[in-house]
């Protein structure tokens, strides 16, 4: 018995196939008396995560609505697969460009990876839908443009959402879907740094609202908005994604995809600080890393300039060609739980 793409044939002692793989006259009537309106509608859409470090904080881009459903609601980057003529994959890819303006070149340097699928009765009002969620994160990803159907993006500090409200637009609650009424007062506003750190280093086929002109657009923040819930299931979407990245630089090395090509130890811990949401102890951190095999290597060179308080440069460091990292990186109340 051999396989093609996946289906079982079998085989004459000639080697000649039979069964199903000869009976392309059989499936030529079938599918020319197939009709596929016999069967319920459904559409397929991305969104996407996209995460980044800006001003030492982790932010997540979002999209103003302007068309309905959630008009004026702030939704995930996303939009409708386009049907026989892209991948998921490529979908999601398209979407992330048209709303952060990078290019082809640029977007070798995303981690993006599918996060989930979403496909409860109700979690979009038009019709049965179902979304692919993806992750993405990437370092000094530019300012949020609202390419696409979307004219008024942002990036939103993950600190200042709120995700445990209910879901008011949709059929079923779905999960956390509130943010706070500052969440948009300063979307580039930095959660304070630990002290002992230092400084560190389509909207599923609706339209949007124009910027308002002021001077908060010219700089590529929005203004203050009114508190409202994002848009679908999406504030479950945003939880869900925030929970892989959190659980995946325990065991992978993805935490260097936040960061330059070349960073120092201390920007390292900067990332996982700001993702985990608390401070970590500088020693132990800088012991650790050092120990993982293949999570880092040394370039040999140092940075251009000596720490805050002084002192010597920092050494800079690379990404190390492990893919999985033994022993684990723990969160520090995973650490506690294990001892």
């Known amino acids: 018995m051999r396989t093609t793409s996946g289906a079982a044939v079998t085989t004459d002692r000639q080697g000649n196939g039979s069964g199903a793989a000869q009976d392309g006259g059989g499936d030529s009537a079938f599918l020319a008396a197939y009709d596929p309106r016999e ?25 103003e609505r302007g068309g309905r459903p959630f008009q004026g609601a702030w939704a995930l980057p996303g939009g409708f697969v386009r049907a026989g003529r892209e991948s998921l994959d490529a979908a999601a890819a398209r979407e ?12 070798e340097r995303v981690h993006l990876e599918q996060l989930g699928s979403y496909g409860d009765p109700g979690r979009d009002p038009r019709m049965p839908v179902v979304t692919v969620a993806y992750l993405a994160f990437a370092p000094d990803l530019p300012e949020a443009r609202g390419g696409g ?68 657009v010219a700089k590529g923040k929005p203004g203050p908005q009114t508190l409202q819930p994002l848009a679908f299931d999406h504030a479950r979407i945003v939880a869900d994604g925030l929970d892989r990245a959190r659980a995946k630089i325990e065991y992978t090395p993805l935490a260097t ?19 985990w949401g608390s401070p ?34 920092a050494r800079l460091y690379r990404a190390g060609d492990a893919r999985l990292l033994h022993p684990a990186l723990l969160r520090p109340d995973q650490e506690e739980s294990v001892r």
């Open 96 to 107: 992330l460009a048209e709303e952060t303006g990078l290019d082809a070149t640029q977007l």
């Open 39 to 63: 069967f319920p509608a459904i559409a397929v859409t991305v969104d996407i995560v996209a995460l980044t470090l800006r001003a030492g904080a982790l932010h997540v881009l979002l999209v």
């Open 257 to 275: 995809a936040f960061l330059a090509e070349e960073f120092t130890i201390v920007e390292l811990r900067g990332v996982y600080e700001s993702i």
């Open 280 to 313: 970590l102890h500088a020693g132990n951190f800088h012991r650790k890393v050092l120990s993982v095999p293949g999570f880092v290597e040394s370039t040999g060179a140092t940075a251009a300039r000596g720490g805050a308080r002084g002192g010597p440069r």
């Open 149 to 216: 159907d979307a004219s008024s993006a942002a990036w939103v500090p993950v600190s200042e959402l709120d995700l445990g409200g209910p879901c008011e637009g949709c059929a079923e609650t779905q999960g956390p879907e509130r943010v706070t009424s500052q969440t948009f007062a300063e979307p580039d506003a930095a959660r304070p740094r630990p002290p002992e750190q230092g400084p560190g280093h389509g909207i599923d086929g609706g339209g949007s609202v124009p910027r308002p002109a002021d001077d908060t």
